[in-house]
């Protein structure tokens, strides 16, 4: 994707979203305001200037602060995402009724793909894809975590079109999958492999590897590394072209048949998820609809559920974990934060009360006042938050290659781009909170007393 | 009890240094004590402030030490070190074995397994599936379909014998046909009779309003229905999460026709660790791989390894936050008693005092909020979590643990805030002591 293609689609992202609007009009705001106000925001720049360390050690705080709640957000952002139904353009998986994993005989594929559609009205997926997993490792007289790798068998064609995360490529790295691809269909021994697993077993692109496997049983295939994903969210992943196992699965039967021993113990389980891409929720109540319905698929039973839907059970025993981080470790970071902006605040307050008297005494109001003490707040919560998101937006999605926290299957949660309005949101969000009661009280200083203090 | 309240012999380290400095920071230290007190006693609205972002940290921090205490607990509890389990060669996970009965039946007959009272091998053979459930009543927005973790026996008393798990009064292991009639007419249809984890019976009982299922009443699983026949003792276990009924009726019901585990009685841990390996070395018939079952559950620990780490570098951060609060407020009281300092340098203090002075605030700040965060903490103690866990290549178990808040983890929640006090305090503290006395009284 050229970055003229993202720009439009990040711009077509954000205004469809009201909030987003909504946030864009307060910066706005706030820009014109300090254009309008700009004597006013140079006093406030003095004040902070003046206890320099003070505003150092408050706009520190804030930064770490909104740094784990920027990380915490993501985490869930995403989770939310891929959990919350789509009413347009949504993935349907189909899988074994009952039991997880689920092991379909490959004999369903070709029905399933096509939504199990019989007669001409039935309704047909626009897309489909197969995974079969074979998982393996290179060292089988050690076998470790890193000498392991699993592999999606699949058709290589659909790793484009149906893969999620895909589509937002540049154009070389498209370019590049797209010649991967066309030499795994060519050959059925050629695999991609994701870096970080690539890392982690010590091999290279050009390498040959032999997979001894873990769950096909006698069924060890030897492959050859052309190419690795783009870095991102399939770095732990690996794809084979699903012929490559079914071929070898033929051979090993044929082979059995011939001394007369059973076949493979997976020969009849060796399709594990169909995933189908339907145009909007009509269109899946149908597909389903025909799949759960069909006879055919009786021994094992199928089932067919939202992509989301899918996700949901598989986060379902992390619900307390994540209700833990939604609603106990974010407003708690958030209240801490309150309160270390409440405590520099009120010391700055209470120190220049006799300030606050002088401008009283020259003729600021009160509201002036207070409003000069909140915007001190805001305008050091707002800046060490946004380069608060700013920053950890760069250091996690470019350095760090992702946030790795292990919940379910996600290898690695990106930082969304949404978190870079986040961050001054809440470093605002919290200011105000913090400061409201110090600004209150700088507000209501009597200038009478504070002279005759002094005097 | 005993156990709830025990140090852990690491921790005298961190204690002793920080009571050590404590004590002798009070004893040398020649400015009295009230008057660090006493100024923060005037100054209470900001010293409440800080000791409250201090007490936020070390409570959040306790209540994430205790869910993954939990899951220690919980896999620590869950496997017999007299136990050998066995698995098929190369499964990661009883998810994934597969083991035929025909090639490994004589795994029983190994010299190192016990024999019950009838001279029959202390060996469970079961298959353990995962089922994708629809949940009942599921309202719009909320989660539709569950995990449950089915164990099906051939001789559930025989399993119980061997994992150590008592049924509670009032229940029975299913019997051998492993069904009842539904209704009480032999002839109609039939349910499938199930021993359950206090966890699951928890958790099915909350799909009829009810706190727990309990003996005699039914439930739905797969495509049949169920009566509870039994309720396990396996709080504090994996097994309290699962379901556990005939194998011959769940494994083809669900697609598993063989076994996925065998797990063996045997002496002791020695007896059991000598057995696992002559198993995994010279059983022929079949490759096999036999672990001793605190090892197997020892491997599913990955995950909560995971989260230690992502909770250690929450607290960290959260605590370098924690420490700038402090640093601002010990700076802003340091300038407001400037003069106090130049009076107690020209009356006599030497600057080592003022710096233990301004320092010992710190930590007392750090100790109170310390200590509320503690108990507050402590609160989550006994809340039950829902959770999985795994050795990290897939697989693993859903459980439901128990928040286990101990003197350890308080101890460690009380040393991270003294310690957040003392590096919050000392930089201010030192820039106290380098204060000039006639230039702060003027």
Same mark, same amino acid.
């Given at each position: 994707?050229?970055?003229?293609?993202?720009?439009?689609?990040?711009?077509?992202?954000?205004?469809?979203?009201?909030?987003?609007?909504?946030?864009?009009?307060?910066?706005?705001?706030?820009?014109?305001?300090?254009?309008?106000?700009?004597?006013?925001?140079?006093?406030?720049?003095?004040?902070?200037?003046?206890?320099?360390?003070?505003?150092?050690?408050?706009?520190?705080?804030?930064?770490?602060?909104?740094?784990?709640?920027?990380?915490?957000?993501?985490?869930?952002?995403?989770?939310?995402?891929?959990?919350?139904?789509?009413?347009?353009?949504?993935?349907?998986?189909?899988?074994?009724?009952?039991?997880?994993?689920?092991?379909?005989?490959?004999?369903?594929?070709?029905?399933?793909?096509?939504?199990?559609?019989?007669?001409?009205?039935?309704?047909?997926?626009?897309?489909?894809?197969?995974?079969?997993?074979?998982?393996?490792?290179?060292?089988?007289?050690?076998?470790?975590?890193?000498?392991?790798?699993?592999?999606?068998?699949?058709?290589?064609?659909?790793?484009?079109?149906?893969?999620?995360?895909?589509?937002?490529?540049?154009?070389?790295?498209?370019?590049?999958?797209?010649?991967?691809?066309?030499?795994?269909?060519?050959?059925?021994?050629?695999?991609?492999?994701?870096?970080?697993?690539?890392?982690?077993?010590?091999?290279?692109?050009?390498?040959?590897?032999?997979?001894?496997?873990?769950?096909?049983?006698?069924?060890?295939?030897?492959?050859?590394?052309?190419?690795?994903?783009?870095?991102?969210?399939?770095?732990?992943?690996?794809?084979?072209?699903?012929?490559?196992?079914?071929?070898?699965?033929?051979?090993?039967?044929?082979?059995?048949?011939?001394?007369?021993?059973?076949?493979?113990?997976?020969?009849?389980?060796?399709?594990?998820?169909?995933?189908?891409?339907?145009?909007?929720?009509?269109?899946?109540?149908?597909?389903?609809?025909?799949?759960?319905?069909?006879?055919?698929?009786?021994?094992?039973?199928?089932?067919?559920?939202?992509?989301?839907?899918?996700?949901?059970?598989?986060?379902?025993?992390?619900?307390?974990?994540?209700?833990?981080?939604?609603?106990?470790?974010?407003?708690?970071?958030?209240?801490?934060?309150?309160?270390?902006?409440?405590?520099?605040?009120?010391?700055?307050?209470?120190?220049?009360?006799?300030?606050?008297?002088?401008?009283?005494?020259?003729?600021?109001?009160?509201?002036?006042?207070?409003?000069?003490?909140?915007?001190?707040?805001?305008?050091?919560?707002?800046?060490?938050?946004?380069?608060?998101?700013?920053?950890?937006?760069?250091?996690?999605?470019?350095?760090?290659?992702?946030?790795?926290?292990?919940?379910?299957?996600?290898?690695?949660?990106?930082?969304?781009?949404?978190?870079?309005?986040?961050?001054?949101?809440?470093?605002?969000?919290?200011?105000?909170?913090?400061?409201?009661?110090?600004?209150?009280?700088?507000?209501?200083? +009597?200038?009478?007393?504070?002279?005759?203090?002094?005097? | 009890?005993?156990?709830?309240?025990?140090?852990?012999?690491?921790?005298?380290?961190?204690?002793?240094?920080?009571?050590?400095?404590?004590?002798?920071?009070?004893?040398?230290?020649?400015?009295?004590?009230?008057?660090?007190?006493?100024?923060?006693?005037?100054?209470?609205?900001?010293?409440?402030?800080?000791?409250?972002?201090?007490?936020?940290?070390?409570?959040?921090?306790?209540?994430?030490?205790?869910?993954?205490?939990?899951?220690?607990?919980?896999?620590?509890?869950?496997?017999?070190?007299?136990?050998?389990?066995?698995?098929?060669?190369?499964?990661?996970?009883?998810?994934?074995?597969?083991?035929?009965?025909?090639?490994?039946?004589?795994?029983?007959?190994?010299?190192?397994?016990?024999?019950?009272?009838?001279?029959?091998?202390?060996?469970?053979?079961?298959?353990?599936?995962?089922?994708?459930?629809?949940?009942?009543?599921?309202?719009?927005?909320?989660?539709?379909?569950?995990?449950?973790?089915?164990?099906?026996?051939?001789?559930?008393?025989?399993?119980?014998?061997?994992?150590?798990?008592?049924?509670?009064?009032?229940?029975?292991?299913?019997?051998?046909?492993?069904?009842?009639?539904?209704?009480?007419?032999?002839?109609?249809?039939?349910?499938?009779?199930?021993?359950?984890?206090?966890?699951?019976?928890?958790?099915?009982?909350?799909?009829?309003?009810?706190?727990?299922?309990?003996?005699?009443?039914?439930?739905?699983?797969?495509?049949?229905?169920?009566?509870?026949?039994?309720?396990?003792?396996?709080?504090?276990?994996?097994?309290?999460?699962?379901?556990?009924?005939?194998?011959?009726?769940?494994?083809?019901?669900?697609?598993?026709?063989?076994?996925?585990?065998?797990?063996?009685?045997?002496?002791?841990?020695?007896?059991?660790?000598?057995?696992?390996?002559?198993?995994?070395?010279?059983?022929?018939?079949?490759?096999?791989?036999?672990?001793?079952?605190?090892?197997?559950?020892? +491997?599913?620990?990955?995950?909560?390894?995971?989260?230690?780490?992502?909770?250690?570098?929450?607290?960290?951060?959260?605590?370098?936050?924690?420490?700038?609060?402090?640093?601002?407020?010990?700076?802003?009281?340091?300038?407001?008693?400037?003069?106090?300092?130049?009076?107690?340098?020209?009356?006599?203090?030497?600057?080592?005092?003022?710096?233990?002075?301004?320092?010992?605030?710190?930590?007392?700040?750090?100790?109170?909020?310390?200590?509320?965060?503690?108990?507050?903490?402590?609160?989550?103690?006994?809340?039950?979590?829902?959770?999985?866990?795994?050795?990290?290549?897939?697989?693993? +178990?859903?459980?439901?643990?128990?928040?286990?808040?101990?003197?350890?983890?308080?101890?460690?929640?009380?040393?991270?805030?003294?310690?957040?006090?003392?590096?919050?305090?000392?930089?201010?503290?030192?820039?106290?002591?380098?204060?000039?006395?006639?230039?702060?009284?003027?």
């Amino acid at each position: 994707m050229s970055p003229l293609e993202r720009g439009a689609l990040w711009w077509e992202r954000f205004t469809s979203q009201p909030l987003y609007v909504l946030a864009a009009m307060l910066a706005l705001l706030v820009v014109y305001t300090m254009g309008v106000y700009r004597k006013q925001m140079w006093f406030m720049l003095k004040s902070l200037r003046r206890n320099l360390l003070r505003s150092i050690l408050t706009s520190l705080a804030t930064v770490v602060l909104v740094l784990v709640v920027t990380l915490v957000w993501s985490i869930l952002y995403f989770l939310d995402k891929a959990t919350s139904e789509k009413a347009k353009d949504l993935k349907a998986i189909v899988t074994e009724r009952w039991q997880i994993p689920s092991q379909m005989p490959f004999a369903y594929a070709a029905s399933l793909s096509e939504g199990a559609a019989a007669r001409p009205t039935d309704v047909r997926p626009d897309d489909n894809m197969t995974w079969q997993f074979y998982g393996g490792t290179i060292d089988p007289g050690k076998r470790t975590r890193e000498n392991t790798v699993f592999f999606f068998c699949m058709d290589p064609r659909k790793l484009l079109t149906m893969m999620d995360g895909l589509d937002e490529l540049t154009l070389q790295e498209r370019s590049d999958l797209d010649h991967a691809i066309d030499v795994m269909v060519k050959d059925k021994r050629k695999v991609v492999i994701g870096k970080d697993r690539l890392a982690a077993m010590k091999k290279r692109v050009g390498e040959r590897i032999k997979v001894t496997s873990l769950n096909y049983k006698d069924i060890d295939l030897e492959v050859e590394i052309i190419a690795e994903f783009p870095d991102g969210r399939y770095n732990q992943s690996a794809i084979m072209n699903r012929d490559y196992l079914n071929d070898a699965m033929d051979d090993y039967n044929a082979k059995q048949k011939a001394k007369g021993l059973p076949t493979h113990p997976l020969t009849m389980k060796s399709l594990n998820l169909v995933w189908l891409r339907v145009p909007d929720t009509d269109a899946y109540q149908r597909v389903a609809d025909q799949i759960m319905s069909s006879s055919l698929y009786s021994s094992p039973a199928v089932k067919c559920e939202t992509a989301s839907s899918g996700i949901s059970s598989f986060l379902d025993a992390y619900r307390d974990l994540l209700w833990g981080m939604r609603w106990l470790l974010v407003p708690s970071i958030l209240v801490t934060m309150s309160l270390v902006i409440a405590n520099a605040i009120s010391i700055s307050v209470r120190e220049r009360r006799v300030e606050m008297a002088v401008l009283k005494v020259l003729g600021f109001s009160p509201g002036q006042i207070m409003a000069l003490v909140l915007g001190e707040a805001i305008l050091i919560g707002g800046l060490s938050g946004a380069f608060s998101s700013g920053a950890t937006y760069v250091l996690i999605n470019q350095v760090a290659g992702g946030l790795k926290f292990p919940i379910a299957f996600f290898p690695a949660f990106l930082i969304p781009e949404d978190a870079l309005w986040w961050g001054p949101m809440i470093g605002i969000g919290t200011a105000v909170a913090g400061s409201f009661f110090p600004a209150w009280s700088a507000r209501t200083v +009597k200038v009478s007393d504070v002279f005759s203090k002094i005097s | 009890m005993t156990e709830t309240f025990s140090i852990s012999p690491r921790l005298f380290g961190p204690l002793g240094f920080f009571a050590g400095l404590m004590v002798l920071l009070a004893i040398v230290g020649k400015v009295p004590i009230s008057y660090n007190v006493r100024n923060l006693l005037v100054r209470w609205r900001i010293t409440l402030m800080t000791a409250l972002a201090f007490t936020l940290v070390v409570a959040l921090m306790t209540v994430m030490l205790a869910f993954v205490n939990g899951m220690y607990r919980l896999t620590l509890g869950s496997g017999q070190p007299g136990n050998v389990v066995v698995l098929a060669d190369g499964a990661t996970d009883e998810l994934f074995s597969n083991l035929g009965y025909r090639d490994t039946s004589d795994v029983e007959r190994h010299p190192g397994v016990l024999r019950d009272d009838k001279e029959r091998p202390l060996a469970s053979w079961e298959v353990y599936i995962v089922v994708n459930q629809p949940i009942p009543n599921a309202g719009d927005g909320k989660r539709k379909r569950r995990f449950l973790q089915v164990r099906g026996l051939d001789d559930p008393a025989r399993a119980g014998a061997v994992h150590n798990l008592p049924l509670h009064p009032g229940g029975s292991w299913f019997s051998a046909a492993g069904v009842q009639p539904l209704r009480g007419d032999v002839g109609g249809e039939q349910a499938i009779q199930a021993v359950l984890g206090e966890g699951i019976a928890r958790e099915l009982g909350k799909d009829q309003g009810r706190d727990s299922l309990h003996v005699g009443e039914f439930f739905e699983v797969g495509p049949r229905k169920w009566v509870v026949v039994g309720i396990l003792q396996s709080s504090g276990s994996t097994f309290d999460s699962e379901i556990w009924a005939k194998r011959q009726i769940v494994g083809p019901m669900f697609g598993k026709e063989n076994y996925t585990t065998v797990v063996l009685r045997t002496a002791d841990a020695t007896a059991a660790r000598e057995t696992a390996q002559d198993l995994t070395a010279n059983f022929k018939k079949s490759a096999v791989q036999a672990q001793v079952e605190t090892d197997y559950y020892e +491997k599913l620990n990955t995950t909560n390894q995971q989260f230690l780490g992502a909770i250690i570098v929450v607290a960290i951060i959260m605590a370098v936050g924690g420490v700038f609060g402090v640093m601002n407020t010990m700076f802003a009281a340091i300038s407001q008693r400037t003069r106090d300092i130049g009076v107690m340098r020209i009356i006599g203090f030497a600057r080592w005092q003022i710096l233990v002075s301004f320092f010992l605030e710190s930590l007392l700040i750090a100790l109170v909020g310390g200590l509320l965060g503690c108990a507050i903490g402590s609160l989550a103690n006994g809340w039950t979590a829902s959770s999985i866990i795994s050795g990290g290549q897939g697989g693993g +178990k859903s459980v439901v643990l128990k928040l286990i808040v101990d003197a350890d983890i308080l101890l460690t929640g009380l040393l991270f805030s003294l310690g957040m006090g003392c590096v919050g305090g000392f930089i201010p503290a030192l820039s106290a002591m380098r204060l000039r006395p006639l230039e702060a009284v003027r």
